[in-house]
T-cell receptor, first 114, second 115 residues
Framework: KAGVTQTPRYLIKTRGQQVTLSCSPISGHRSVSWYQQTPGQGLQFLFEYFSETQRNKGNFPGRFSGRQFSNSRSEMNVSTLELGDSALYLC?????????????FGNGTRLTVT | AQTVTQSQPEMSVQEAETVTLSCTYDTSESDYYLFWYKQPPSRQMILVIRQEAYKQQNATENRFSVNFQKAAKSFSLKISDSQLGDAAMYFCAYRRNNAGNMLTFGGGTRLMVKP
């Protein structure tokens, strides 16, 4: 079974631009979560989608948004990029967000903002 | 808000020996999950072991085991017979029950394994 696939693996953008990252969950998984990883702030939860609905949201500004499609694939968008948005963005999926369903992570997208 | 603290930024262990990574957390919840994740240079987070707070028995997975002290809010990871492939960043994480997949992570411990 294919794992969680994130594209692209690397991305370089300029301050002020916007970016879209993509995540394809494991087949059959309906929950998709996004995390931001930086050296300074560590791993922080961005948001979670389940059946095309945002179920949980972390403490990030409105410039960070996401969505989930009917096939469970998810995208996250960051508008008006800032230097501090440079990070590894990790996507994770699970069958559904309940107690017995482990979280599977992708390899991440490394975003660099210049 | 929940917090997770890993007080050891770096640890090293000799191959074949045992090492323990520390984790403490703060929560007012009684029903939650705790996890240890491994992140090798490939960047993919891999679940090592998990513990349900309602279970008193410590979880074990082959060479990996935990010491879960609920009253002390402590959740340490013991790696026995360390192997070179165990070298990675290790993250402790907390998830409240009914919180979907919203995890709170500790700052991580870099484990080095010496041959």
């Amino acid at each position: 079974k294919a794992g969680v696939t994130q594209t692209p693996r690397y991305l370089i953008k300029t301050r002020g631009q916007q970016v879209t990252l993509s995540c394809s969950p494991i087949s059959g998984h309906r929950s998709v979560s996004w995390y931001q990883q930086t050296p300074g702030q560590g791993l922080q939860f961005l948001f979670e989608y389940f059946s095309e609905t945002q179920r949980n949201k972390g403490n990030f500004p409105g410039r960070f948004s996401g969505r989930q499609f009917s096939n469970s694939r998810s995208e996250m968008n960051v508008s008006t990029l800032e230097l501090g948005d440079s990070a590894l963005y990790l996507c994770a999926s699970s069958l559904e967000g309940h107690r017995e369903s482990p979280l599977h992570f992708g390899n991440g997208t490394r975003l660099t903002v210049t | 808000a929940q917090t997770v603290t890993q007080s050891q930024p770096e640890m090293s262990v000799q191959e074949a020996e045992t090492v323990t990574l520390s984790c403490t957390y703060d929560t007012s919840e009684s029903d939650y999950y705790l996890f240890w994740y491994k992140q090798p240079p490939s960047r993919q987070m891999i679940l090592v072991i998990r513990q349900e707070a309602y279970k008193q028995q410590n979880a074990t997975e082959n060479r990996f085991s935990v010491n879960f002290q609920k009253a002390a809010k402590s959740f340490s990871l013991k790696i026995s017979d360390s192997q070179l492939g165990d070298a990675a960043m290790y993250f402790c994480a907390y998830r409240r029950n009914n919180a979907g997949n919203m995890l709170t992570f500790g700052g991580g411990t870099r484990l080095m394994v010496k041959p």
